[in-house]
């Protein structure tokens, strides 16, 4: 279990529980299967979606909450999660997360198709068992294909040198924050929260995601290799662009900066000039600036809550996790 939530032990010790109903419901009499499956939870990251979903529930009437159901919802989650990031390595050839070797690396590009396809099925099942409410499977199906959605436009704009703010905000409201939004809004939900109220919940958890990528983004330029556990500026050599390159882009080193990306094969000084003329150009603090508009929002959407023990947890964390640094 990551230690990202041990000053959390109500959150903690349900993470445990949702860990655990991933790997039963994933259990096979296949060895091969178990094993990976083993290696993909034991390489995991903070669980931060699930977490939310658990949070969500804690904003409404926790004297109403099935918590068996509510990490069962939480374990589909994460599994729907785990499944983007198989084939999102699939896709950048990435052969390191967080440190550790990806499924695609591990195993093999074909193996790693099939058990993302495995993991969305599962997903699913999890939900089906559980009987949940349309609503609430509307919610989810509706965040994958938000998800699949940014990652085609993403996929769309690859190279692509004259991507505009909004452009790349719109790949990230879906492939980052949909699943951010859907997390919050389904437990509030669970919760017996108004459908009203549940959208709002949603709403603020959809800020919280854009703010979270837009942290990510920066790690490429001020984080290390070590510390984000991926190849840092991994995202300028395989073609996609972030924030901080598309401002950089649009500012007076805009020339400088296409020239650069033009060339056929960039190699690592070229890189190092590219993070040098983000940071001449104020492009780091204006997607510093973004990311704390985006966290603004969230925070006043929060206050704006009735006070629960959800709604504490998340003005704690929330700027906690803009100022990570990994």
């Not at 991933?22 to 034991?42: G, H, P, Q």
């Not at 995991?44 to 949070?55: E, Q, T, V, Y």
């Not at 960039?266 to 600036?289: C, F, M, P, Y």
Request: proline content about 2%; some cysteine; charged content about 20%.
């Amino acid at each position: 279990m990551s230690k990202y939530w041990m000053n959390y032990p109500q959150i903690a010790e349900q993470l445990e529980l949702v860990q655990a109903i991933i790997i039963k419901t994933n259990r096979s009499s296949e060895a091969y299967l178990n094993e990976s499956i083993d290696y993909l939870m034991t390489t995991g990251g903070k669980m931060i979606r699930p977490a939310f979903l658990m949070i969500g529930s804690m904003l409404g009437d926790e004297n109403i909450r099935n918590k068996q159901k509510i990490a069962t919802l939480a374990a589909a989650v994460e599994t729907l999660h785990l499944a983007t990031l198989i084939h999102d390595d699939i896709i950048d050839e990435s052969k390191l997360r967080r440190g550790n070797e990806t499924i695609q690396s591990k195993y093999s590009k074909e193996y790693a198709v099939y058990m993302g396809d495995y993991l969305f099925s599962q997903c699913f099942v999890m939900l089906a068992e559980e009987n949940v409410p349309p609503k609430v499977l509307h919610q989810i199906s509706k965040g994958v294909a938000r998800i699949c959605k940014g990652e085609m436009l993403q996929s769309h704009l690859r190279y692509t040198t004259n991507v505009n703010v909004l452009d790349y905000l719109r790949i990230i409201k879906g492939k980052t924050a949909a699943l951010f939004a859907v997390s919050l809004g389904a437990g509030a939900f669970e919760a017996k929260v108004s459908e009203k109220l549940s959208r709002k919940i949603g709403m603020i958890g959809l800020n919280i995601g854009m703010a979270f990528q837009l942290v990510d983004d920066l790690l490429d330029y001020t984080g290390v290799t070590e510390q984000t556990g991926k190849e840092v500026q991994a995202d300028i050599i395989k073609g996609y662009y972030t924030l901080p390159l598309i401002y950089t882009l649009n500012s007076e080193f805009g020339e400088e900066t296409k020239s650069i990306l033009s060339q056929p094969s960039i190699n690592v000084e070229q890189i190092d000039r590219l993070i040098e003329l983000a940071h001449l150009s104020g492009a780091i603090h204006q997607t510093q600036a973004l990311a704390q508009k985006y966290t603004k929002k969230a925070i006043n959407g929060l206050m704006e809550l009735p006070s629960s023990q959800g709604r504490t947890i998340l003005l704690d964390i929330v700027p906690k996790m803009l100022s990570r640094i990994y």
